[in-house]
């Protein structure tokens, strides 16, 4: 017997409320293994591949590419053999328009209310035990079935012995899967090769010329949908201090070609950089916060956001719990999420949760920048090149590698006395490596 079963728009994390079709990978008539990926999705975080949570035959295509569709909004049909048992999965089971004869309700997953009570936890868990939710009684609000409802309901014995009925001449149920827990463990893919955006040219023939037209991708629409929500909901301000790094760089020299041998990667400054914004946070914590209209939320985790672009996007990866490393640490976590976004494995855990974003603007040879506030953290650093030049010394000048720190913040809960103090302090703490200090 032959079912039809939507792939639906999984809940990725629970900030996440709707995704945009980048591509359709799969069309009407092909066939779709388990696991295989049918289109690729944009969210607010990452790009993603949607794998299919069934095997069978792509039949319709319901949402276009570059269409923005709420979590849980079914997006494709897939025509699959058996009869559909999708207890837990992000699936819904629909008449095949093909059937002779119309479906009976065995055949029929839970309606969309019922299935979009399912937390991935539940979801989850009611799949590892083979239990039909449906048979689960919910005790949550509105009759929402929690985790808790299905471990009691596991205690009471009922399991997988329990979806065994109907004779041995039942067709199998077809596999399914957590289309959300997939996307999760297996990376949310990024564009491989970052990639120059396209530029049409308009009336170019001749001896005319005409503008060029850049088509607006969704991520780039996201970014600007993004910095927009910052500069106008966010009074910025801005201040900057010198620091000299002379001390760092000749630190820096010394150890790194062991720590290559050792760690086998590279000793960066961003590293001893992260090391002295996270110890400054410690002493001015009140730059670790976010505005919550009628009340200043202070986070107690320390996680630290990168900015890190590329040709096309810009992407915020995390140093979660940044305050319990140290700078060998700190090195060892840039580089994975360097490796991470050179590979396109960034999952959305490593997007999310940040507290505080560093850019390393010396990166590409900036000497000073106006950062936009990652949205809705407090303040943004931004560590600007290293740059020789000569500097007054108790009245004698000497040649010091010297850098800029700028930072950006949010006038509602920072002033220029905090940040002020707050800059001093990464300033002493940069200027206090020396080449007896340790990275472990």
């Known amino acids: 017997m032959k079912t039809m079963t939507e792939i639906v728009v999984p809940q990725l994390a629970e900030s996440l409320v709707s995704a945009t079709i980048d591509k359709w990978l799969k069309q009407p008539g092909d066939w779709v293994d388990i696991y295989e990926p049918v289109c690729e999705i944009i969210t607010d975080k990452v790009n993603a591949e949607l794998p299919s949570t069934v095997a069978g035959k792509l039949v ?44 009976t309700n065995e055949a029929v997953v839970e309606d969309a209310p019922m299935r979009n009570r399912f937390s991935p936890a539940v979801q989850q868990l009611a799949a590892e035990h083979a239990i039909r939710l449906t048979d689960v009684p919910g005790t949550g609000l509105g009759g929402r079935i929690t985790r808790k409802d299905v471990l009691a309901y596991l205690e009471a014995g009922a399991g997988k012995g329990s979806q065994s009925s109907g004779g041995n001449n039942a067709a199998p149920a077809p596999r399914t899967v957590d289309a959300a827990a997939q996307v999760r463990s297996s990376g949310l893919h990024l564009t491989e090769t970052p990639r120059f955006p396209k530029i049409e040219v308009e009336g170019a023939s001749g001896t005319g010329r005409g503008d060029n037209f850049i088509d607006v991708t969704p991520i780039r629409n996201t970014i600007a ?19 000299d790094v002379t001390n760092l760089v000749l630190l820096r020299n010394k150890l790194k070609d062991d720590f290559m041998k050792r760690e086998g990667i590279n000793l960066t400054y961003l590293a001893f950089l992260l090391k002295a914004v996270v110890n400054a946070i410690k002493d001015v914590p009140i730059m670790n916060s976010m505005w919550a209209v009628d009340k200043i939320i202070v986070k107690r985790d320390i996680n630290i956001a990168l900015a890190v672009g590329t040709e096309d996007s810009v992407l915020t990866p995390v140093i979660k719990n940044a305050d319990h490393k140290n700078v060998a640490g ?7 999420l360097a490796r991470k976004t050179r590979e396109g494995k960034l999952t959305l855990s490593d997007m999310q949760g940040g507290t505080f974003t560093v850019n390393n603007t010396g990166s590409f040879g900036s000497i000073l920048s106006y950062p936009i506030i990652n949205y809705p953290q407090a303040a943004i650093l931004t560590f600007e090149s290293i740059v020789k030049r000569p500097v007054v010394i108790n009245d004698m000048i000497a040649v010091r590698s010297m850098a800029n720190l700028c930072l950006s913040l949010d006038h509602r809960i920072l002033d220029g006395v905090i940040c002020g103090r707050f800059l001093q302090r990464v300033k002493d703490n940069l200027e206090s490596f020396n080449l007896e200090s340790k990275l472990y």
Do not use: F, Y
Request: include cysteine.
């Open 60 to 103: 319709e295509i319901l949402v276009s590419k570059g269409e923005t569709v709420p979590v849980g909004t079914a997006i494709c049909i897939i025509e699959t053999e058996g009869s559909a048992d999708g207890a837990g999965q992000e699936t819904k089971s629909v008449p095949s328009k093909h059937a002779a004869q119309p479906q």
């Open 330 to 336: 700190l090195a060892k976590e840039i580089e994975e």
């Open 225 to 243: 949908r993004n910095m927009r929500q910052s500069v106008t909901e966010i009074p910025h301000a801005w201040t900057m201090i010198e620091v």
